[in-house]
């Protein structure tokens, strides 16, 4: 499975607000996300960690330093990112709890800034363990998003607070004929979804989106406007790849596995 790795890069306040930031303060610092995207990161409303979840800060070849889950960097480190073959070098460790409310400017989205929030079906064995928020094209994100936004109890359990989410809406960024603007919504909509743990229903939505995000979908913002996504999503990765704000990374085919598995 190859990843776009989406260079989240972590805003200068956090180094002085979160405590297990403060060891790599004067570092660039980026969360790293993995998609398979990228022509959607123009509507990113937040970044996902799973509160859970043991995260490292790993310092690669080019000094950049990158938040993962540690499997990640090790499958990284044979991917020529690192000083040395197997060896990705950890600078500090943390919980995902601790990471909550960390500002964020993401590459190529809308919003100039964007918060970390918790999400609980994160899986730690696929991709980075790190996931960017595309609510209007991700069924997952949207009720995630969701759920975060009509439960008090939810937001006060991850100390999440109101100014993290509250503004956040569903940015439309691609039309799907017969789905409208924003297809997550929509689908989640169809299928009567009511929380980010119903998955049987919210694999079917993510079945449906995927297949004709990609083959029937238009995008509506950016630099693409009026072209489908099949056509633009390798290019605008490309471009990422080239503008240095997004890294691509594979992943053994034996190590992926879906959320519930
Ligand atoms: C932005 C995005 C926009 C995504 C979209 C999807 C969609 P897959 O097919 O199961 O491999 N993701 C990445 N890592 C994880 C993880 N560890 N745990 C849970 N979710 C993760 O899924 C890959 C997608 O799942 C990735 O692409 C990421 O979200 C998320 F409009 O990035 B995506 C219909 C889906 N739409």
Known sequence: ???LLIKMHVLEENFET????KPLKGKEVFLAAATLRPETMYGQTNCWILPEGEYGAYELKSKEVFVMAERAALNLSYQEQFEEEGK??????????????CSVKAPNAVLEKIYVLPMLTISM???TGVVTSVPSDSPDDFMALSDLKSKEALRAKFNVKDEWVVPFEVIPIINIPGYG????????EELKIKSQNDRQKLDEAK????????????????????????????IIK????EANTGLIYSEPEKMVMSRSG
């Not at 979160?18 to 930031?21: I, V």
């Open 181 to 188: 603007d924003a297809s997550a919504p929509a689908v989640c």
């Open 1 to 3: 499975q190859e990843y």
């Open 88 to 101: 990705p070098k950890l600078l500090c460790t943390m919980k995902g709890s601790e990471l909550m409310g």
């Open 238 to 241: 490309q471009e990422m790849v």
């Open 207 to 234: 079945h449906r989106t995927y297949l004709k995000g990609f083959t029937d979908g238009v995008m509506i913002v950016g630099e693409y406007k009026g072209k489908p996504v099949k056509e633009v999503k390798p």
């Open 18 to 21: 979160l405590e297990c930031l």
């Open 125 to 127: 064995t696929k991709g």
